[in-house]
């Protein structure tokens, strides 16, 4: 079946980086979620893309709908603690049920 | 309006025993979706329900079943509980199969189930 895999699987950052992430499939997918889970919650929706090509902010964030409908990436600037949790990508498939991604866990160096 | 609500939030069981989870979705939305999440695991996802009808179902042992209300409260159910269930279990809501947006699921809290 139809598969996302995200990358990196964690990241270390320091208050104040930019931060990259993505996710990349080697089916086509017409919607592209974010989503944040904070530690013993449910996820959040952050960001979501409809339209290949799309570039998209909620605040300091920013997420592309890639041209080729394979992938999506998701960036945070400035980061700040508050940035740090489990970042999943997630696409419907033919039959509206959502495909996720493994997840990008980012924490805050020491 | 209200959240997607999940009871209870926490539960401690037995190796054997069942369990049974609830899921108030946002009012209006009638799809519940509701997935198993352990440590470092992505999200798994157990089953969709719409209009009290189960339409997705992903690939869990028969011990997972659920059901939906005639008011969109859905239930699942956990029988013979084995030291692996161990998890928080999610429960998304929507409004419905081809509606506008209907991909974007509402979570709620979760219950954190743990089998001893």
């Known amino acids: 079946g139809q598969q996302l895999n995200q990358s990196p699987q964690s990241m270390f950052i320091q208050e104040g980086e930019d931060v990259s992430m993505n996710c990349t499939s080697s089916s086509i997918f017409n919607t592209w979620l974010w989503y944040k889970q904070d530690p013993g919650e449910g996820p959040v929706l952050l960001i979501a893309?409809?339209?290949a090509g799309e570039l998209t902010s909620n605040g300091r964030l920013t997420a592309q709908f890639g041209i080729t409908r394979k992938d999506s990436f998701l960036n945070i600037s400035a980061s700040i603690p508050s940035d740090v949790g489990i970042y999943f990508c997630?696409?419907?498939?033919?039959?509206?049920?959502?495909?996720w991604g493994a997840g990008t866990k980012l924490i805050i160096k020491p | 309006k209200a959240g997607v609500t999940q009871t209870p939030r926490y539960l401690i069981k037995t190796r054997g025993q069942q369990v049974t989870l609830s899921c108030s979705p946002i009012?209006?939305?009638?799809?519940v979706s509701w997935y198993q999440q352990t440590p470092g695991q992505g999200l798994q996802f157990l089953f969709e329900?719409?209009?009290?009808?189960?339409?997705n179902k992903g690939n869990f042992p028969g011990r997972f079943s659920g059901r939906q209300f005639s008011n969109s409260r859905s239930e699942m159910n956990v029988s013979t509980l084995e030291l692996g269930d161990s998890a928080l279990y999610l429960c998304?809501?929507?409004?419905?199969?081809?509606?506008?947006?209907?991909?974007?699921?509402?979570f709620g809290p979760g219950t954190r189930l743990t089998v001893l």
């Open positions: 329900y719409f209009s009290e009808t189960q339409r």
């Open positions: 998304a809501s929507t409004g419905g199969p081809g509606l506008a947006g209907h991909n974007e699921q509402f």
């Open positions: 997630a696409g419907p498939d033919s039959n509206y049920q959502l495909i």
């Open positions: 009012s209006g939305h009638r799809s």
């Open positions: 893309l409809y339209k």
